[in-house]
């Protein structure tokens, strides 16, 4: 089935440092991604609305200098924590609407999340 | 507003049967979803259904939605230690397909 790749892991880093997080399909064109991001005992929350060729979409409160996101292509999209912070540490997971053109109504399939804590 | 409610905890005993609810916000949702998150893990596709189905069963998972009151519930039957995480319901909006969730239920299985 669909696969969603996302690397790396975990990452632990010192403060200041930029982090970027890779978010790839495996055996399907996504030309949509999603980026979440998860704290502790709570659920996901949507971050921003990766699309490919063309600027993201982001949440309220999601800052876009912070968070950069490229979808340079149709199998890879990229977020990049600019100058993170602890309080940055947080999970971050990406997902991709299963085959089709339409991203509606398609199941989402997601990578295994990022886990980054700032030091 | 665009709260999806769940329960959060629930513990079970090994070999019984475990019933996750969620109410969940719009009635024009078409998708709904049940994922599961084992710790350090990213989220694992269940199951969904359909809106214009009211069951769906799927080996030892059974799925009931109630559109009228915006119900959706997971039945695990003859629960394993091996169920034990937290389970996540969700339910598709916007034209693009994104995802709500609730704040998941943690499933504890007891031997």
């Known amino acids: 089935g669909a696969v969603v790749s996302q690397h790396p892991s975990w990452v632990i880093c010192k403060s200041g440092t930029s982090v970027k997080i890779e978010c790839r399909s495996l055996?399907?064109?996504?030309?949509?991604m999603f980026w979440y991001r998860q704290f502790p005992k709570q659920s996901l929350m949507l971050m921003a609305t990766?699309?490919?060729?063309?600027?993201?979409?982001?949440e309220q409160g999601v800052e876009k200098d912070k968070f950069l996101i490229n979808h340079a292509s149709l199998t890879l999209s990229t977020l990049t924590v600019t100058s993170a912070h602890p309080e940055d540490s947080s999970f971050y997971i990406c997902?991709?609407?299963?085959?089709?053109?339409?991203?509606?109504?398609?199941?989402?399939?997601f990578g295994d999340g990022t886990r980054l804590s700032i030091l | 507003g665009e709260d999806v409610e769940q329960s959060l905890f629930l513990s079970v005993r090994e070999g019984d049967s475990s019933v996750i609810n969620c109410t969940y916000t719009?009635?024009?949702?078409?998708?709904l979803y049940w994922y599961k998150q084992e710790p350090g893990a990213g989220l694992q596709l269940l199951t969904y259904?359909?809106?214009?189905?009211d069951m769906k069963q799927d080996q030892r998972l059974t799925v009931l939605l109630n559109k009228k009151d915006k119900h959706l519930s997971l039945r695990i039957a003859d629960t394993q230690t091996g169920d034990s995480a937290i389970y996540f319901c969700?339910?598709?909006?916007?034209?693009?397909?994104?995802?709500?969730f609730g704040k998941g239920t943690k499933l504890s299985v007891k031997p």
């Open positions: 997902s991709a609407p299963g085959t089709g053109k339409s991203a509606v109504n398609q199941p989402q399939h």
């Open positions: 055996d399907f064109q996504a030309t949509t």
């Open positions: 990766s699309n490919e060729g063309s600027k993201a979409t982001y």
């Open positions: 719009d009635s024009s949702s078409t998708y």
């Open positions: 259904i359909f809106s214009n189905m």
């Open positions: 969700a339910e598709i909006l916007g034209s693009q397909g994104n995802l709500i």
